[in-house]
């Protein structure tokens, strides 16, 4: 019996070990087979994560980031204990002793899978492992993917150390929230960085790598709260915490950023705008969309805050006041229903889910507020952001009467009379108070995003750099930026890149040229361009052609040099690539962008080099290397100790040369006359300013561009899909003062100059209401001096007349001192005689003329 039983025994035995033999050999080529043509763990060792690009002022602040994964990547040796202590005892307490498996764990999770009949599923997978699906592997629920995951990570752990495994886990891993990696993390829950969380914080980021969807701190507060819970009693098992931390931990309150306890990160930056979404537009088709969003690049922005804001108020306070003018009332369009309007808490949740393009938020003293209650003549409102008071906040019937509402039909109702007559119980308005804050409140005011727009852009004549870029109204209310994406015609504003042409062709500034009709047939037709005054003046000097924007005078100068290189000048200054070369091109009729005019106005004010526009100072790469710098110019002397006595370092650009630096400066001359005394005369600043106005055909576009000798600055309005902006609607008008008001603050900051005189020219007087040469010691108010090249003098007074070969209105008079619009005027002749002469140009008021 007993033999028997042996004998049993030993057979037992062999079949066991026989068993156990097949199984290890099946479990063996199993894992050959899976671990054929797996991917290389060695890449983990070049990781270089997708993190977040920072745009940054010249003053080093943070004015925007842009990522599509949002990581700030953290080296291991920078991370706190109790962040990493936290993840380990949640998703892997024996990291730092086990090969990559968990071998006890594995068979745990079996156990429990069996004991419950497959209810209780939960996870074996050590962070090593984690780190293989997140890496190098799929996410799917397969046993062919949890076998090459134990491949890997018994491979990893091998050939990189612990930390580093643990620093790839915790930069890499989602934690809800478009957050990817611990430290990106804190800032969105807590707006913290990882030195300042808690033990209770950084156990509920540990939380959440199973399931951060479902432990939302506001949907899922208490499930959030309860794992946090079981993270820190983990902690207190594993040793990390003691006792008392842990109690004091589990019985606080979940606070984070998405139930209101902190301020968003985001809510310390300034509001995304024209400028930093430039940026973006321009790097990520430079650098790539994925190494743009993904490469952690760090961008020193050319932007002056100060002067960004300066440049939204101007602009937006003359296209409100354009919009207010025409008296219509809009408003936004969004309504709060009437269930939502029943508490403080229920209409302020509604207000806030309000989306930005109908409520802009970046108009500065703007709110959005709902009207609350309508009474005999005023409406009660609640204000986004600011507190109810015991009255209550009103808009009273004096700040309706501006208006009109437009009617079902699409006519205009009548004059508003009371605050009903514009709005509804439960309309969604725009609010600015009157008069400020405090005493000096005088009552709140209806506003609304105008439907005309515009763009404003300055920037430094002599680097390119961009200190103001504003797009449009508002950026949340249209994100499309007028000042690059907008293709309009420049009208006048194009007029002195062909007077450049002339006048590097031999013409000069008195040369004299024919105002009057002329008639081109073209396949179109006849046409029969005009000056914007509808009247003709006979033969006048070429400066006074450009101080009061003679559209004839132009046509015949471009006819007289010939349009092909009219054309080439405007290549040259890159105005346009290519430009047709039409006639009616010289009046502005082709389409360009504000952001080339800017540049190439700036050729003129630089002395005639070449500058290009930049938004960015310098990119540098994760790793702090530059990759691009805009300035290339190099500094001779910076290297020497010593330097002679008086003098500073010499700086050598090395800039193209665009025009000859005398005709640059005739340039810069004439368009003093403009400011002076003709279209542009609007523009007062204490600082030498040269310009010019630009309007287009029935006013549908309005432009001025100026500047003094360190910045350049344009001003555009018009309507996005082009229409007339109405009667006297004129660069001069409209575009003027929003550069008065900009450039006023910035002459405070960059100062001005008189404009330099290049060498090599002389100075010559004339009358520059005839031409005519005077003598070197002739005075008086028509006296102008003018300086000219060697051989320069043929080409002006009245020894010659241009008339383009059209042949035209030579038995007209000449342009006469002081002829105005505004009535007869006595003036005194360059003789000496009394004249009264007839009504004719308005010499200061006149448009900026057009494309007729």
């Not at 805050?305 to 300066?310: E, G, L, T, V, Y």
Request: glycine share 10%; with cysteine.
């Amino acid at each position: 019996m007993i033999r028997f039983l042996l004998s049993s025994i030993g057979g037992l035995f062999s079949w066991i070990v026989t068993a156990l033999f097949f199984a290890a050999l099946t479990i063996g080529a199993i894992f050959w087979m899976y671990s054929r043509n797996l991917p290389s763990h060695e890449q983990l060792a070049q990781y270089t994560p997708k993190t977040i690009s920072r745009i940054y002022s010249g003053e080093g602040r943070l004015i925007d980031e842009f990522a599509e994964e949002r990581r700030i990547f953290v080296p291991i040796n920078d991370m706190p204990d109790l962040v990493k202590n936290a993840f380990v005892s949640a998703e892997d307490k024996n990291f730092w002793v086990h090969k990559g498996y968990d071998a006890r764990g594995m068979i745990a999770a079996m156990v429990d899978a069996v004991r419950s009949g497959g209810k209780e599923m939960r996870g074996a997978s050590t962070i090593t492992q984690q780190v293989m699906k997140n890496f190098l592997l799929s996410s799917d629920r397969s046993v062919e993917r949890k076998i090459k995951e134990l491949i890997l990570a018994s491979r990893v752990e091998e050939a990189l150390s612990k930390d580093r495994i643990l620093e790839l886990y915790l930069n890499e891993i989602f934690l809800g929230q478009n957050s990817y990696g611990v430290a990106a993390a804190a800032q969105t829950y807590f707006n913290k960085t990882l030195a300042q969380l808690d033990v209770a914080e950084a156990a509920y980021l540990a939380a959440l790598p199973k399931k951060p969807a479902q432990l939302h701190p506001v949907r899922n507060y208490e499930e959030a709260r309860l794992r946090r819970n079981y993270v820190l009693r983990r902690m207190y098992e594993d040793g990390y915490i003691d006792q008392p931390t842990m109690e004091a931990a589990q019985a606080s309150e979940l606070k984070t950023v998405q139930r209101g306890d902190y301020a968003p990160f985001r809510d310390q930056l300034p509001p995304r705008d024209y400028f930093t979404d430039e940026i973006r537009r321009q790097l990520s088709k430079t650098f790539g969309h994925d190494e743009f969003f993904g490469g952690g690049l760090t961008i020193r922005a050319t932007v002056n805050p100060d002067m960004q804001s300066a440049a939204a108020k101007a602009l937006q306070e003359a296209l409100e006041k354009y919009d207010r003018g025409q008296g219509v009332w809009r408003g936004t369009g969004a309504v709060i229903g009437a269930d939502r309007l029943g508490t403080e808490a229920d209409w302020r949740a509604a207000l806030a889910e309000v989306p930005t393009d109908k409520a802009p938020r970046d108009i500065e003293g703007w709110h959005p507020a709902v009207v609350l209650e309508l009474g005999d003549s005023a409406a009660r409102i609640g204000i986004e952001g600011i507190a109810e008071d015991e009255d209550g906040h009103w808009i009273p019937a004096e700040d309706v009467t501006w208006a009109r509402k437009r009617l079902e039909g699409g006519k205009l109702g009548p004059r508003a009379r009371k605050a009903g007559d514009l709005v509804s119980v439960g309309d969604v308005v725009l609010v600015r108070a009157l008069g400020g804050d405090g005493a000096d409140f005088k009552r709140w005011s209806l506003r609304q995003v105008p439907v005309v727009e515009g763009a404003f852009m300055a920037m430094d004549v002599n680097t390119g750099r961009v200190i103001a870029m504003q797009g449009g109204f508002s950026y949340q209310a249209s994100v499309f930026n007028r000042t690059t994406q907008a293709q309009r015609q420049p009208g006048s504003n194009f007029k002195p890149f062909v007077y450049a042409a002339a006048l590097d062709s031999g013409f000069a500034p008195e040369t004299v040229v024919v105002d009057a009709p002329i008639e081109v047939n073209t396949p179109q037709g006849l046409w029969r361009p005009k000056n914007a005054s509808n009247k003709y003046y006979g033969p006048t000097p070429m400066r006074t052609g450009l101080e009061q924007s003679r559209n004839l005078m132009t046509v015949r100068i471009a006819q007289e040099i010939g349009m092909e290189t009219v054309a080439q000048y405007a290549e040259k200054f890159g105005v346009y690539n290519p430009m047709k070369p039409f006639l009616a091109n010289a009046l502005g009729s082709q389409e360009t962008t504000m952001y080339q005019i800017v540049s190439a106005y700036a050729m003129f004010a630089n002395g005639g080099e070449r500058v290009e526009p930049t938004l960015v100072d310098r990119v540098q790469d994760r790793w702090g290397r530059t990759i691009y710098r805009h300035d290339q110019s190099v500094c001779e002397d910076c290297a020497d100790e010593v330097l002679p006595a008086g003098l500073g370092p010499r700086v050598r650009t090395d800039r193209e040369r665009v025009i000859d630096p005398i005709t640059a400066y005739q340039m810069i001359s004439l368009m003093e006359g403009v400011v002076k005394r003709g279209s542009g005369s609007g523009v007062n600043l204490p600082v030498p300013v040269a310009g010019k106005t630009g309007t287009t055909n029935d006013a549908k576009d309005v432009w001025f561009t100026g500047f003094t000798s360190n910045i350049v600055a344009s001003c555009y309005m018009g309507f996005d899909q082009p229409r007339s902006l109405g009667p006297g609607a004129y660069g001069g008008t409209l575009c003027v003062p929003v550069f008065n008001a900009f450039m006023k603050e910035a002459v405070k900051e960059y100062g001005g100059s008189k404009f330099k005189v290049p060498p090599g020219g002389h100075w010559v007087k004339f009358n520059r209401f005839t031409g005519e040469r005077l003598s070197d010691d002739a005075t008086g108010d028509f006296v102008q001096a003018e300086y000219l090249r060697d051989g320069q003098e043929q080409m002006a007074g009245l020894g010659l007349v241009v008339d383009g070969g059209f042949a035209m209105g030579a038995d007209l008079p000449l342009f006469a001192q002081g002829e105005t619009d505004e009535g007869d005027a006595t003036v005194t002749t360059s003789t000496g005689k009394t004249k009264v002469i007839p009504k004719k140009a308005d010499f200061g008021t006149v448009s900026s003329g057009g494309l007729y």
